[in-house]
Every structure is written in C-alpha cells, then in structure tokens.
C-alpha cells in the first residue's frame, strides 16, 4: 500500500526522447594539444572530461543516443569566415584545430565510442545548429531533449542552447560538466536557469540518475510512488520531480521483486 498522499503511476507512454551533446571537446581545444591553455587547464581543474564520461557511460547503456559537436579550419581558412575578435585571434595560430590533425579528435579521456556516437562536424562559427545537419540529425532520432555538455560555456555552450531553444528542444545544462573562461562566465548558469534550462543547479549525477530512471520506464520494468494522481508521462515532468525535496521511491513491477524499494535523492 503506498504511503498515505503518494499514488502509483504507471508510466504507459513513452517520455521524450533525450540526447546528450557533447561541445569541442577535442585534443585542440580542451586536451594536449590545446591551443587555448587557460580553458585547457580550467578543464583539467574542473575534471569535466571525467565527469563527462560517466554521463556519457551512463547514456549508451540506457540506449540514450550520444552526440559530438566538432570542428575543424583548413589551413587556409576557407569556409571559415573570421568575422568576430575570436575567431580572428585563434586564426594566428596555424595549427587551430586544423583539419586531418589529430587535433581534432575526440579528447579519448572521455571515452567516445565510434562505433555507437555520432558526430556533427563544422567548419565555421561558434556553434553547433547553424549551417550543418545536427537538427536534422536530431529530428531523425526523435530527439526533443538535449542535455548540452562541454565548452566553452560563454560561447559554444550558450550559442547551442540558444540555438536548439529556438529550434525547439527542451534543454539541460549539468552545472559540473561545462566550462568557461574566466571562470566568472559560470555566473551565466544563474541566468540561463529558470529561463532557457529547466530548473537550476543540475548536476551531471542528477542527469545520470534522470537517464537511468527513463531507461527503466521505457523497459516498463518500475512503478513509481509520487504525490499526487496525474501520471508522469514526460520526461519534464520526470526531471522536476527529481528535484523536489523528497526521495524518490520506485519498485520494480515485477511480483517476485515487488518488496524490495530504492529511494534515489538529489540532496
């Protein structure tokens, strides 16, 4: 019997398909061949690349599709329009994530998977939607939500948000899995949350504890005790409860199993 103000919900729709996109996180921007040494060494400190990789870990095995946003220049800069202060300082650099360098793989401490991801490459701007096929490619796979990761928070990050809020999506930022620099820029979160992004203070462990939780509704395998009677058929209205100031409490369907509990809380 559940506890008295809590209902049992079966979950019998589908919740909105998510993806996680990852931003520049190359061996040229954020790794060992980083031209821009403070945001390679604000990575470091950080520990995103880590973080990263268990959310990234976590997503492929609740079959959540995984997303690399790259980029690369040629070496003569055609296609790549220098029209911002950035771009044209990074351009006196040659070796910019220049194309068919190793510079542009994948930094591998996040442990991209080639055979699984996919890739949305580009060659020009700051960030991942304009003029490529990452919509289209998104629209494909069904996805509404993404959860956005990676650098650089005041330029690629933000630019991706804004991007995929006009086309659409639903959008999450993690708090400990995005960087900027100066660091200040992570002020900018406390701006984007309650606006663009859901909720505020996010973290890559609730975004991992969310992935796990859809997993288990689309394999119809848990109940889940919530407090009121509307069914929590979305994956918004998944994501705000998880944020709520109680555990969570969910049980497997199953008879056999049915005594055993696991509460999850985000505190």
Do not use: K
Request: hydrophobic fraction near 40%; proline fraction near 7%.
């Amino acid at each position: 019997m559940p506890p008295e103000g809590f209902s049992v919900t079966d979950l019998n729709e589908p919740p909105a398909r998510t993806a996680v996109l990852t931003m520049e996180l190359q061996r040229g921007v954020v790794g060992d061949l980083a031209t821009m040494v403070e945001l390679r060494e604000a990575v470091a400190e950080s520990g995103l690349l880590e973080t990263v990789r268990s959310m990234l870990e976590a997503a492929r095995a609740a079959e959540i599709p995984v997303v690399h946003a790259t980029v690369s220049w040629r070496a003569d800069r055609r296609g790549t329009p220098l029209n911002t202060p950035l771009a044209r300082h990074l351009a006196n650099n040659p070796h910019q994530v220049l194309e068919g360098t190793p510079a542009v793989e994948l930094d591998p401490r996040i442990g991209a998977v080639p055979s699984r991801d996919l890739v949305s490459h580009r060659h020009h701007g700051m960030t991942p939607f304009t003029g490529t096929s990452l919509d289209s490619l998104l629209r494909s796979l069904g996805v509404d939500h993404l959860v956005i990761c990676g650098v650089s928070l005041n330029v690629g990050v933000l630019g991706a948000v804004i991007e995929a809020v006009g086309l659409g999506y639903e959008v999450t930022i993690p708090t400990d899995a995005v960087v900027g620099i100066p660091a200040d820029y992570a002020a900018g979160l406390d701006a984007l949350s309650g606006t663009l992004t859901f909720a505020p203070n996010v973290t890559s462990q609730t975004i991992t504890l969310g992935i796990i939780l859809v997993y288990l509704y689309r394999t119809n395998s848990v109940l889940v005790l919530r407090r009121d009677a509307e069914g929590a058929t979305t994956t918004p209205e998944i994501r705000a409860f998880l944020h709520g100031p109680d555990p969570l409490i969910v049980t497997t369907r199953m008879p056999s199993a049915s005594s055993r509990l696991r509460r999850f809380s985000t505190a």
